[in-house]
């Protein structure tokens, strides 16, 4: 079973889902992908998990640097997927890096010549943990905003609200 509950941020609506206690989901509402991958039954249902999570949210908008590993994530997704996202992890407040540079790290752990950059970009777009798997911090090459899931808006709000 899923439990829900949601979270007005100052740019849109979240959806928090958690199962077993760990968190699942962070989606803004009518995100492309919202609520992929989850086919169990789901209740509105307060939990510690999901009540931790909105604190981190809080915590993020209020301008503070929350850490990823306060939460206990459990995002659903192939293992390449929770590859790209283990490294979205990685990237700090206020820096990004590009989809091309994530291929380029898991074509070298991997021992191989190439990974598709264009590969990571579907894996970035399918996270299911918006913000706090801080996808919107994965850019092209040459600088540029692009894809992400809930809106090129938002991931630019994002971007300049961690600046430092």
């Not at 949601?6 to 962070?26: F, M, Q």
């Not at 039954?41 to 604190?55: C, N, R, V």
Request: with cysteine.
């Amino acid at each position: 079973m899923i439990n829900i509950k949601h979270y007005t941020s100052p740019i849109g609506d979240i959806l928090l889902a958690s199962r077993n206690e760990k968190l699942i989901g962070s989606w803004f509402e009518g995100q492309k992908y919202y609520l992929a991958n989850v086919s169990e039954e789901i209740i509105e249902k307060d939990d510690e998990t999901l009540i931790q999570a909105k604190e981190w949210l809080d915590s993020y908008f209020n301008g503070e640097k929350p850490l990823i590993n306060e939460l206990d994530l459990d995002p659903i997704g192939t293992d390449f997927r929770k590859e790209v996202w283990e490294i979205l992890c990685e990237i700090p407040y206020g820096k990004t890096t590009s989809y091309k540079d994530i291929a380029n790290r898991i074509a070298k752990k991997r021992g191989i010549e190439k990974m598709s950059a264009q590969a990571v970009g579907g894996a970035v777009g399918h996270n299911p943990i918006s913000i706090i798997i801080p996808c919107h911090r994965v850019v092209a090459s040459n600088g540029e905003l692009t894809g992400y899931a809930a809106g090129i808006d938002k991931k630019k709000f994002l971007l300049m609200h961690e600046k430092d």
